[in-house]
């Protein structure tokens, strides 16, 4: 029996101006070098780029492109019988699913075309809102296809 205590969960903290988590856990994915205030300024610009185009609120923007992009299930390899390797499909909590998609949605927008970093996630995020379209959102519906696929492998989980 373990002598260590549970290990609690840790909240994140909010972003200072939108007053939301996922815009903090965003912000601190995208960082790099602990330039935080920079990435902090990339995020505000893409808003307004976004708020430009559209003529809509961005939180809500950035919301529903995160809805659009965030996996529910996932593939883990499992060793079976004889060596075998399995692909098992699991569900996930949604904390990590949103995780995952706000690291595909950065990667998604690093990897496109445009002039800065902050044109090309409001780029990102419009197309994941609006078009149901974008990288990140087409990375988790070839997962949600790959899950189906090997359905028949859940009962190894």
Known sequence: MSRRDIAKKKTSKYDPLCRSRFVNMLVNRMMKHGKKSLAYQIFYRAGI???KNTKKNPIPVFRKALLRA???LIIKKKRGEKGKI????????FSKGSLLGIRWLLAASRNRLGTSMASQLSAELRDAAFKKRGKAVRKKERIHKMAEASRTFAHFR
């Not at 399995?86 to 909590?93: M, Q, S």
């Open 86 to 93: 399995y692909r098992v499909p699991l569900e996930i909590p």
């Open 49 to 51: 780029y976004i708020k």
């Open 70 to 72: 965030t996996p529910k």
